[in-house]
C-alpha cells in the first residue's frame, strides 16, 4: 500500500520521542496534572460529547448492534494472531495480548464499610463484608519492554476470592474481577473502532490509529496523552473501569455505574533512575516499608445521554455524580517478588464475567471482552502449557512450583526470572 511509508514514519518517531519527553516528567508533571489537565480535559470532552445522541434510552440501557458478535470474533482473531506470532516456536513466555507487562501480583483484602447505606448493600457490597484478594500491576502492552518505553497508562486486576453465588462465567466459582486503567477513559470509544486499533496493532503502526487525516481520532489520542506519563509508582495512581456495571436494582429499576480505585496518598514518590523495571522496583520499596491502602469508589450514571453505556471515551461527570467509597482496598506490606509468584500472575483469567448478575457488566467492550479475554487467556496458556487455575488466596510462592496449600496440590510451572 503506497500510504504505509507515512504509518510507519510516524511510529517510528512515536516510539523515538515519547520515552525522550517523558523523561522530563519528574521536572514538571505534577504541577502540568493539577493545574492544567483539568481543563484540556474538559475541553476535550466537551467536543466528543458532541457526537452523543438521545436515541430514547433510559439509565443502564444498552444497545446492542447487530454485527456486535463479528466485530468481537475479529478483535479476538487479531490478538489471538498476535500472540501466536510473538510467542508460539519462539522461545519465548507468552504474556498478555493487553495489560502485558506484569509490575507485581500482590496479596490484598477488600473490606466493603460497616456503615454502607441499605440502598448500596447490592451482591458482593454487603455491609462489613471482607474477601481476600490478589492484585496485579501492568503495563499496556502489547509487548514488554522497559518502564519509559511503555505507553504510560497502567493497569490494574482486582481478583476478590471467596465469593459465593452463581456467576455469568463459569470458568471460575467463587472470584470476582475488577480491572481498571490509570486514566478515565478508554482507548478507543467502542468495538467498532477498536478492531480499526487492533489492525494497526497487527501492522505495527499503533500510532496511526489515532493521527491518520482521513479517520482521526485526535480527541481521544490527547485524553489518553492526559493521562500517559512517567509514572513514579504503580501504587500511588487512580484506576477507572472506564466501562459501567449493573448496580442492582432501585425501585424496580436497573442501576448503572462506573467506579475507581482511588489511593489515599500522604505524599507522591519521586523517580531516581529510569531502569527497566523502575516501577516494580519501586512497589517492591515501598511495600517493604508501608501498606498501600485505596477507596473503592463508585459513581451511579445519572443520564443516559450525557453518561453513555456505550462509548467509554466519555467521562461521566462528577459534579452531575460524585463518587462515593463503598470498600478499602488495603495491600499489606510483603515480598511479592517470587518467580513463581510472577509465574502464577501471569497464568490469571481477570475477566469482567467472573461476578454476579447484580454486577453484570455492560456496553458493548463489556461484552465483547467476555470471549476476548477468555480465548486470548486460554491461547497464552497452551503456549505456555500452563493450565487455568481458579485461585484461592492459600498459594504458596516460596518455591519454582506454585502450592495449592488448601487441596496439598501443585501446579506445574516453568522455570522462570521475574517477569517485569
Not at 34 to 57: F, H, K, M, N
Not at 78 to 100: D, I
Not at 106 to 125: C, E, H, K, M, Y
Not at 258 to 271: D, E, G, M, Y
Request: with cysteine; hydrophobic share 35%; net charge positive.
Amino acid at each position: 500500500m503506497l500510504t504505509r511509508p507515512i504509518p510507519r514514519l510516524v511510529q517510528a518517531a512515536t516510539e523515538r520521542l515519547a520515552p525522550m519527553i517523558r523523561r522530563f516528567d519528574p521536572y514538571y508533571r505534577d504541577a502540568f496534572d493539577d493545574l492544567v489537565r483539568p481543563y484540556i480535559e474538559e475541553v476535550a470532552q466537551a467536543l466528543l460529547r458532541r457526537r452523543l445522541r438521545d436515541r430514547g434510552q433510559v439509565i443502564a440501557e444498552e444497545l446492542i448492534r447487530a454485527d456486535e458478535e463479528e466485530v468481537t470474533r475479529r478483535i479476538a482473531d487479531s490478538m489471538s494472531r498476535f500472540l501466536v506470532g510473538e510467542y508460539q516456536e519462539t522461545g519465548k513466555t507468552a504474556e498478555r495480548a493487553g495489560n502485558t507487562k506484569t509490575y507485581g501480583l500482590v496479596r490484598a483484602s477488600f473490606t466493603v464499610r460497616g456503615d454502607l447505606p441499605r440502598r448500596l448493600q447490592v451482591g458482593a457490597f454487603q455491609a462489613g463484608r471482607q474477601y481476600s484478594a490478589y492484585v496485579r500491576f501492568g503495563g499496556p502492552g502489547p509487548r514488554v519492554v522497559p518502564d519509559i518505553e511503555d505507553a504510560g497508562i497502567l493497569s490494574i486486576g482486582i481478583k476478590l476470592m471467596g465469593l459465593p453465588g452463581h456467576k455469568l462465567m463459569a470458568d471460575e466459582k467463587s472470584t470476582m474481577d475488577l480491572t481498571g486503567i490509570s486514566s478515565p477513559a478508554f482507548t478507543t470509544p467502542d468495538i467498532w473502532e477498536n478492531v480499526k486499533l487492533q489492525k494497526q496493532i497487527g501492522l505495527g503502526t499503533p500510532a496511526w490509529y489515532f493521527v491518520n487525516p482521513l479517520d482521526s481520532h485526535v480527541l481521544d489520542m490527547i485524553m489518553q496523552g492526559l493521562y500517559a506519563r512517567a509514572h513514579a509508582n504503580p501504587l500511588e495512581l487512580t484506576y477507572h473501569s472506564c466501562v459501567p456495571y449493573r448496580y442492582g436494582r432501585e425501585r424496580g429499576r436497573d442501576r448503572a455505574i462506573k467506579f475507581a480505585v482511588i489511593p489515599r496518598l500522604t505524599r507522591r514518590s519521586r523517580i531516581t533512575e529510569f531502569t527497566d523495571n523502575y516501577l516494580r522496583e519501586a512497589m517492591v520499596r515501598s511495600l517493604a516499608r508501608e501498606p498501600a491502602v485505596f477507596d473503592f469508589a463508585i459513581q451511579f450514571q445519572a443520564d443516559p445521554v450525557r453518561m453513555p453505556i456505550e462509548d467509554a471515551s466519555i467521562v461521566w461527570s462528577e459534579r452531575e455524580s460524585p463518587f462515593i467509597p463503598v470498600a478499602t482496598l488495603e495491600i499489606p506490606t510483603q515480598r511479592f517478588d517470587f518467580a513463581a509468584q510472577d509465574a502464577f500472575a501471569r497464568n490469571l483469567t481477570y475477566n469482567p464475567w467472573h461476578t454476579l448478575a447484580v454486577h453484570r457488566p455492560l456496553g458493548n467492550q463489556n461484552r465483547a471482552r467476555r470471549d476476548i479475554y477468555l480465548r486470548t487467556s486460554r491461547v497464552r496458556q497452551a503456549i505456555n502449557q500452563e493450565r487455568h487455575i481458579e485461585p484461592t488466596g492459600k498459594e504458596n510462592f516460596g518455591s519454582d512450583v506454585v502450592s495449592l496449600s488448601e487441596t496439598g496440590e501443585h501446579a506445574p510451572r516453568k522455570a522462570t526470572e521475574p517477569v517485569s
